[in-house]
């Protein structure tokens, strides 16, 4: 489970404004002066990268598998590169953390391990920032009759094994908001959809390529249909803002 650096760059800047800014902001009052931040899956730092701005003397610990990410990630922040297989929650480096984040990693994980990172979260009393999951919701301008079932099919696809185990896909953030509160945290979801246009067309024709092949892959018939009608049109690809906070001692 890994993504290519190309890939990771072309999406950052849709991530950065699609971030909920008031929930940033409450993640990095969280997390106080001068924190140590544990970002779980940091792929090329980009989580570091939209924090900086609020979080000047932050120390991060960034985790992910890959070594070539990790390096690019470490080199670009001047973070502790952790390479881990995030399916070991118990050798997270979470001491001493101040703030525990992750951007576009819930939606690739298995309901166990969102139960037992939360289980480790609420235990520590750490607070959690986890930005941009995926939450099934695509609308395209001007709409097509094929819409939907690509729609349906890619979320199916979502919901498939990434190498942990069956994926929450769109459910990931319900599911992890859920686990949280019944351990004691309190829960913000907040939407942070993408909006694109023509000024993203690189990025959309990357994003469509990926969709019609999930979708054909889950049994979608007019995926290449729709992939060769669709341009670089105005979309909306919806992700959900999870911030929890431990409950007052």
């Keep these: ?71 690019r990630a470490a080199a670009a922040t001047g973070g502790d590169a952790h390479r881990l297989d995030l399916a070991d929650l118990g050798a997270l480096p979470l001491a001493g953390a101040d703030l525990v984040t992750a951007s576009a990693l819930l939606d690739l994980m298995p309901a166990p391990w969102v139960e037992a990172l939360a289980d480790r979260l609420a235990a520590l009393r750490l607070p959690f920032y986890a930005a941009l999951s995926y939450d099934g919701v695509m609308e395209w301008s001007p709409p097509h009759p094929a819409d939907a079932a690509v729609t349906r099919a890619f979320n199916r696809h979502q919901r498939t094994d990434k190498g942990l185990g069956p994926a929450l896909g769109p459910d990931a953030a319900a599911t992890m908001a859920a686990a949280l509160c019944r351990r004691g945290m309190h829960v913000t979801l907040a939407p942070s959809p993408w909006r694109l246009g023509p000024a993203e067309a690189a990025l959309q024709a990357d994003l469509l390529d990926g969709i019609a092949a999930a979708a054909r892959e889950a049994g979608c018939a007019e995926a290449a249909e729709w992939r060769a009608a669709r341009g670089a049109d105005a979309c909306v690809i919806g992700h959900a803002d999870l911030l929890a906070l431990p409950a007052p001692a």
Excluded at 32 to 60: K, N, Q
Excluded at 63 to 68: G, K, P, R
């Design 1 to 71: 489970m890994s993504f290519s650096a190309d890939w990771l760059a072309l999406r950052e800047p849709a991530d950065r404004a699609a971030r909920d800014p008031a929930l940033l902001a409450r993640a990095a009052a969280a997390a106080g002066a001068a924190p140590l931040v544990v970002d779980l899956g940091c792929g090329t730092g980009a989580t570091a990268r939209a924090m900086a701005g609020h979080l000047p003397g932050a120390r991060w610990r960034l985790v992910d598998a890959d070594a070539d990410l990790l390096a």
